[in-house]
């Protein structure tokens, strides 16, 4: 399995950015599609966004297109999610977690489908 660490959380006003980032540790990242979740207060997990391994193939959930977009360098072992026009509701614990590339694009978006998880980070948005 690969190890993830997130990093880059924080609080921002609304309105404002962030950019997460995914380092992996290990030779097996190139091993692993990489997406992001988050899980606010009282919710369910919620899939964010995801990039293969090659970097050549990207999703992201339909609600957030346009705010949220992912991206990958395989030379620094680091996955990003760039966050813009932060909302309040964007509160939650962000999570990175890898997905074997052995299953293609299988279950991608579906956080069941996910192997190894790094611990989280904290957004939290004022209003």
């Known amino acids: 399995q690969v190890q993830l660490v997130e990093s880059g959380g924080g609080l921002v006003q609304a309105g404002g950015s962030l950019r997460l980032s995914c380092a992996a540790s290990?030779?097996?990242?190139?091993?692993?599609?990489i997406g992001w979740f988050r899980q606010g207060p009282g919710k369910e997990r919620e899939f964010l966004a995801t990039?293969?391994?090659?970097?050549?193939?990207?999703s992201v959930a339909d609600s957030l297109k346009g705010r949220f977009t992912i991206s990958r360098d395989n030379a620094k072992n680091t996955v990003y999610l760039q966050m813009n026009s932060l909302k309040p509701e964007d509160t939650a614990v962000y999570y990175c977690?890898?997905?074997?590339?052995?299953?293609?694009?299988?279950?991608?978006?579906?956080?069941?489908?996910?192997?190894?998880w790094g611990q989280g980070t904290q957004v939290t948005v004022s209003s």
């Open positions: 290990g030779r097996t990242f190139r091993s692993y599609n």
């Open positions: 990039i293969n391994w090659s970097a050549v193939i990207t």
């Open positions: 977690a890898g997905h074997s590339n052995k299953k293609g694009l299988q279950g991608w978006t579906d956080y069941q489908a996910y192997d190894s």
